[in-house]
């Protein structure tokens, strides 16, 4: 990955190239397409292909309460963007010498100047500069102006409706994981630290590991069929798949009200405590609710893993 935290420097190797720049938050089909885009005009021309993405959020500095919790954290937002098609993945560490460029002076500075780029692909709704004063027209023109390459990829529909990152965060504050998977062309993936908790699932022979940590938006309340990731035994080793019944919200039938993220890895055996866990979420099996004792909750759970490892099975 390529860290911008200037106007000046930036890699020999990447100059030169097809960019695209923008908040490509949880790399949705939208992204996929416009990324193809890129490469193929990349690729005709005979140069890289480039994604340059922000981090954090320029909102999160400007208007910080109103910056969205993210759906994929950095190192997984490079991974999906070079798996898209693009050569080369740069990040803006953004800050105020980013932010407070006008639109004209980041054309000049970052985009010629910098970048000395070929050509650029962006989606519609692209704005860029101070105060978001720069859009496709413009960029479009002062392109022109300039002998560069320039397009707008056309916008992806499902239902007749946008796919955008923020139609993706609604339908997993519902808790409508199927949707979310259908539009990011993928599972929702979140990960977490396994930390202690209260111990009462193994006590039931239902053993879960609690996530803590986790650094982006979490569905809705609910319990899951899900797919987990353990990291393997060595460095290097290939993550080992499980699957997994997930409960999110709180545990009322014992009476605790505090949020949780618990997952118990079906025929799993081992201490994952201190170790970072991914949870590919499939289907939403059923909403959070208070059981009359223990062995309602027993029967219930049983239902649920089984309903989990046969999804699992056939993702």
């Keep these: 990955m390529i860290t911008i935290e200037n106007v000046r420097d930036f890699p020999a190797s990447a100059r030169g190239a097809y960019v695209t720049i923008g908040n490509f938050d949880g ?106 004063r720069g859009d496709v027209e413009t960029l479009g023109r002062w392109c022109a102006e300039e002998g560069l390459a320039f397009d707008v990829a056309e916008p992806t529909f499902d239902a007749g409706r946008l796919i955008s990152s923020s139609r993706i965060r609604e339908a997993l504050v519902d808790g409508d994981v199927a949707e979310a998977r259908r539009l990011l062309g993928r599972p929702y993936r979140i990960r977490g630290v396994v930390c202690h908790g209260a111990g009462r699932g193994a006590g039931i022979g239902v053993p879960t590991a609690n996530l803590d940590e986790v650094d982006t938006l979490i569905p809705g309340d609910g319990v899951y069929a899900a797919t987990a990731l353990v990291p393997g035994d060595e460095p290097g080793d290939e993550p080992r798949s499980w699957p997994a019944a997930c409960n999110i919200g709180p545990n009322p039938t014992f009476g605790e009200q505090v949020r949780k993220v618990e997952a118990h890895l079906i025929d799993f055996k081992g201490d994952l405590y201190g170790r970072t866990v991914e949870l590919d979420f499939l289907e939403r099996l059923r909403p959070t609710r208070t059981f009359a004792g223990l062995d309602d909750l027993l029967g219930q759970i049983r239902l649920d893993v089984e309903a989990a490892r046969r999804i699992a099975a056939n993702p």
């Design 27 to 132: 790399v949705h089909r939208g992204h996929g397409r416009l990324i193809a885009e890129l490469r193929s005009q990349a690729d005709a021309a005979g140069v890289p292909a480039v994604a340059v993405t922000f981090d954090p959020h320029p909102v999160a500095l400007l208007r910080p309460d109103k910056a969205p919790v993210p759906l994929v954290w950095q190192e997984r937002e490079y991974e999906l963007l070079k798996a898209a098609g693009a050569s080369e993945v740069a990040v803006f560490r953004t800050g105020p010498w980013l932010l407070e460029l006008s639109a004209r002076a980041f054309f000049e500075q970052v985009i010629l100047g910098q970048f000395a780029a070929r050509g650029l692909v962006e989606g519609p709704n692209f704005f860029f500069g101070r105060d978001r």
